[in-house]
């Protein structure tokens, strides 16, 4: 079981659907969250630090800002994301940019940037960990998001070899895949117009699942998990 209480957790998209819920359920169990958001995602308040996660140096700055106002790391959840929507043969290059920028180089990037630390963690006998939510597109890539399930794609296969080596370390890596989940994200693409999706996942229970792998030291949440 990994405990939770006094853990300093960096959840980047603190202030979205998920990544808002999921800071609360951990803030509920003890931890300090330090919550990363974009600037123009309105996020204020103690603990919570801006950054432009389409520029190199943003993912590395919120965990260099947790560091600075803590002195550890603990834990890290990916939950920021953009999506877009349309045939593939009308992609824009600032789209396809912009897709890979957040949903893949980004957290590629933080869980490079937050090795050391997260391995400062293990060594001082805690159990730190890495989410991220790839979603069920890296399980199934879909028509109309075929640039917005290849980004996602290349994280799961990031996180899937990378846990390789970072458990090494003590570090688990755990990549979640949920189906559609209502939220705003949907809502405002950075291109196209959403679909009809059907039957969506409660942004809550999402939340309240990914933490409770947490807890319970899961490795894997696939989209049958959800």
């Given at each position: 079981m990994t405990e939770l209480d006094d853990a300093v957790v960096l959840v980047l998209g603190a202030s979205g659907g998920l990544g808002s819920r999921i800071a609360a359920l951990?803030?509920?169990?003890?931890a300090v969250?330090?919550?990363?958001?974009?600037?123009?995602?309105?996020?204020?308040g103690e603990n919570a630090y801006l950054a432009d996660l389409r520029d190199r140096a943003g993912a590395g700055s919120l965990v260099q800002a947790a560091l600075a106002a803590h002195?550890?790391?603990?834990?890290v959840i990916v939950a920021a994301g953009a999506v877009a929507f349309g045939p593939a043969s009308t992609l824009a290059d600032d789209t396809l940019d912009e897709l890979f920028a957040i949903?893949?180089?980004a957290p590629i990037r933080v869980i490079r940037d937050s090795f050391a630390p997260l391995a400062a963690s293990s060594e001082a006998g805690r159990k730190?960990?890495?989410?991220?939510?790839?979603?069920?597109?890296?399980?199934?890539?879909?028509?109309g998001m075929a640039a917005y399930s290849a980004a996602k794609?290349?994280?799961g296969a990031f996180v899937q070899a990378t846990s390789r080596e970072y458990r090494r370390s003590g570090i688990r890596l755990l990549d979640a895949r949920p189906?559609?989940?209502?939220?705003?994200?949907s809502k405002h693409p950075i291109a196209g117009e959403a679909p009809a999706f059907g039957e969506s996942h409660s942004p809550d229970a999402v939340a309240e699942r990914i933490v409770r792998a947490i807890?319970?030291?899961e490795k894997d949440l696939p989209s049958t998990a959800f």
């Amino acid at each position: 079981m990994t405990e939770l209480d006094d853990a300093v957790v960096l959840v980047l998209g603190a202030s979205g659907g998920l990544g808002s819920r999921i800071a609360a359920l951990l803030e509920e169990r003890g931890a300090v969250v330090v919550r990363g958001g974009s600037p123009a995602g309105g996020l204020t308040g103690e603990n919570a630090y801006l950054a432009d996660l389409r520029d190199r140096a943003g993912a590395g700055s919120l965990v260099q800002a947790a560091l600075a106002a803590h002195g550890r790391l603990d834990g890290v959840i990916v939950a920021a994301g953009a999506v877009a929507f349309g045939p593939a043969s009308t992609l824009a290059d600032d789209t396809l940019d912009e897709l890979f920028a957040i949903n893949a180089l980004a957290p590629i990037r933080v869980i490079r940037d937050s090795f050391a630390p997260l391995a400062a963690s293990s060594e001082a006998g805690r159990k730190p960990f890495v989410i991220t939510l790839s979603g069920v597109v890296s399980e199934a890539p879909t028509s109309g998001m075929a640039a917005y399930s290849a980004a996602k794609s290349a994280l799961g296969a990031f996180v899937q070899a990378t846990s390789r080596e970072y458990r090494r370390s003590g570090i688990r890596l755990l990549d979640a895949r949920p189906g559609h989940t209502e939220t705003e994200l949907s809502k405002h693409p950075i291109a196209g117009e959403a679909p009809a999706f059907g039957e969506s996942h409660s942004p809550d229970a999402v939340a309240e699942r990914i933490v409770r792998a947490i807890v319970d030291d899961e490795k894997d949440l696939p989209s049958t998990a959800f």
